[in-house]
């Protein structure tokens, strides 16, 4: 008796439904593991044609010394290493001081329309939060610039910036009296100005949209017992609004800023291919050194090191935020 009951307890356990289906719910644990990554797989696939390629094509592309002469093939094109690199970086040179103009303007310019985009943006978001007559039309107005295609909105503010029939002119020089006479926009000193605010127009409207669904998730609550505390609106602001929309902002702050470090349509449309020196973007300055000038090799370099450094960046204010965020009470 004693020694048929183990080989009698391993009959019963190897006909048991629980062990026999064992390798089935193993199977059918890899398959609904295995399905999302199924489901992404087109989009990878699609990620990967449309971005990592080129990408991948462009990096082998600094390293060549690709110009007009190898369009037609561009893998027969000499090998040049680091030297494009080494003239795109070389500040005393005269590829090397414009692509370091550019790269100042593009950060001057950045800095001051992502905060201006978020400054309006969260200002506008904050007064549409009480209820009044008008408000979702309003809101619905406040959202069109962002609507509109870029190229459509941005040629009608070249059409305004104009110097001689421009609507900006005529407002700021015609009517008010601001200006002594009528201003060249798009040359000179001032095409800075009229870039940034084409910009600031077209970007604040995704801050307002960001913002606004974050103030959502904020309890009215907290709002009533602060004003039965006897804290104004400022003061409601500092302690309750901006520490609530701390992580919005974050994300917010960083997709503001690569959006615009890398526009390309907005100065493109507005100024043409040669863009004047107080509005070169450094998308633009790229895009006349690869396409202009014909120096591809180049080009791709300058693009190389654009990608490192907004890598960087995104890194570091990543870490920065998230440090903060962990840190925080």
């Known amino acids: 008796m004693t020694a048929t009951a183990p080989a009698a307890e391993a009959a019963v356990r190897k006909s048991s439904p629980g062990t026999a289906g064992g390798p089935r719910r193993r199977t059918g644990r890899i398959r609904r593991i295995g399905l999302p990554y199924l489901l992404l797989l087109p989009a990878l696939l699609f990620e990967l044609l449309v971005h990592l390629?080129?990408?991948?094509?462009?990096?082998?592309?600094?390293?060549?010394?690709?110009?007009?002469?190898?369009?037609?093939?561009?893998?027969?094109?000499?090998?040049?290493?680091?030297?494009?690199?080494?003239?795109?970086?070389?500040?005393?040179?005269?590829?090397?001081?414009?692509?370091?103009?550019?790269?100042?303007?593009?950060?001057?310019?950045?800095?001051l329309s992502v905060g201006l985009c978020w400054l309006t943006g969260t200002a506008a978001a904050v007064f549409m939060q009480d209820t009044f007559r008008?408000?979702?039309?309003?809101?619905?107005?406040?959202?069109?610039?962002?609507?509109?295609?870029?190229?459509?909105?941005?040629?009608?503010?070249?059409?305004m910036f104009q110097h001689d029939n421009g609507l900006v002119n005529h407002v700021l020089h015609d009517q008010l009296g601001i200006t002594g006479k009528p201003s060249f926009w798009l040359i000179g000193d001032n095409s800075f100005v009229a870039l940034l605010t084409v910009s600031v127009w077209k970007g604040w409207p995704f801050a307002f949209l960001i913002v606004t669904a974050g103030l959502q998730n904020i309890p009215r609550e907290?709002?009533?017992?602060?004003?039965?505390?006897?804290?104004?609106?400022?003061?409601?602001?500092?302690?309750?609004?901006?520490?609530?929309l701390r992580p919005v902002n974050q994300v917010l702050v960083l997709v503001l800023f690569l959006w615009t470090f890398n526009d390309f349509n907005t100065p493109y449309v507005l100024f043409g291919k040669t863009a004047?020196?107080?509005?070169?973007?450094?998308?633009?300055?790229?895009?006349?050194?690869?396409?202009?000038?014909?120096?591809?090799?180049?080009?791709?370099?300058?693009s190389v090191l654009l990608l490192l450094f907004l890598l960087v960046v995104t890194g570091v204010y990543l870490v920065l935020t998230s440090r903060r965020r962990r840190t925080a009470p």
């Open 134 to 159: 008008g408000r979702g039309l309003l809101r619905a107005l406040f959202l069109v610039p962002y609507a509109l295609p870029v190229y459509a909105a941005v040629i009608t503010w070249v059409f």
């Open 222 to 244: 907290l709002y009533e017992a602060a004003a039965l505390d006897g804290a104004g609106m400022i003061q409601q602001i500092r302690r309750i609004t901006l520490p609530s």
């Open 276 to 302: 004047p020196e107080a509005a070169d973007l450094i998308s633009v300055h790229i895009y006349q050194a690869s396409f202009v000038t014909w120096d591809f090799g180049t080009g791709s370099a300058m």
């Open 53 to 111: 390629v080129p990408m991948v094509i462009g990096i082998v592309m600094s390293f060549k010394e690709l110009t007009q002469f190898y369009i037609r093939d561009w893998g027969a094109a000499p090998w040049a290493g680091l030297d494009n690199y080494s003239v795109s970086v070389d500040f005393d040179a005269p590829v090397g001081e414009a692509l370091l103009h550019s790269f100042l303007v593009t950060i001057a310019f950045t800095l």
